[in-house]
């Protein structure tokens, strides 16, 4: 079907935002997919590439929480690094995502410890302090999203990536834009050298 055209008649002082085509330097009209005022995407139609996105924030986030460590050894199933936030996890209170993958660096050798990162839709209201037992209360169990294991190690030399991809959790956040997350040494027990010797990378697709 041949493109057409038509003539805007309301008057002066209404505007269309449009896109200029780099081809024939047409104009097509923009379409806003979801609210602009919580900075979604807006997609513009054309006849060279479909629906495309223009603007707005990413889809695809990641977040690294802040932790500190002791430089003391740890214990099997201690608490690393404590309770972590998960900051604008959805565009808004109670949207949701999926959890695609997370990726752990550390300053030193780790290669051989199981780590384990706990995921929780809203804020536990249990203790989960660094380097102290992981006690999961009857509460904080029903804000399991799931668990997620960093099986794949990277040697980096002096230091090592542990990582999980294709993790595929679905979630929706509940009484905030955030989740939660508590990571766990449940082998191989490390000793950093330095309280900032770690960090934590979450990667999402926003809804």
Do not use: W
């Not at 379409?31 to 695809?60: E, T, W």
């Not at 009857?138 to 002096?158: E, K, N, P, Q, W």
């Amino acid at each position: 079907m041949a493109d057409s055209s038509i003539s805007i008649t309301q008057g002066s002082g209404t505007s269309i935002d449009t896109r200029t085509e780099s081809t024939n330097s047409e104009h097509r009209q923009v379409i806003v997919i979801g609210d602009p005022s919580n900075n979604d995407g807006v997609a513009a139609v054309d006849a060279d590439s479909g629906l495309r996105v223009d603007g707005g924030q990413a889809y695809i986030l990641r977040v690294t929480p802040t932790i500190t460590v002791p430089g003391t050894a740890y214990t099997a199933n201690d608490c690393f690094g404590g309770e972590m936030t998960i900051t604008s996890a959805a565009r808004t209170s109670g949207g949701g995502g999926v959890l695609t993958g997370i990726t752990m660096s550390f300053e030193d050798d780790i290669l051989a410890s199981t780590i384990e990162v706990l995921i929780f839709d809203s804020n536990p209201g249990g203790t989960y302090t660094d380097n102290t037992a992981l006690a999961v209360t009857d509460a904080d169990t029903y804000l399991l999203l799931g668990s997620v294991i960093l099986d794949v190690r990277t040697d980096l030399g002096a230091g090592a990536l542990l990582k999980a991809t294709n993790v595929n959790i679905p979630y929706l956040c509940s009484g905030s834009a955030n989740l939660y997350a508590v990571a766990v040494i449940r082998s191989s027990v490390p000793t950093p050298t330095a309280t900032d010797a770690a960090q934590f990378t979450f990667h999402m697709i926003r809804d």
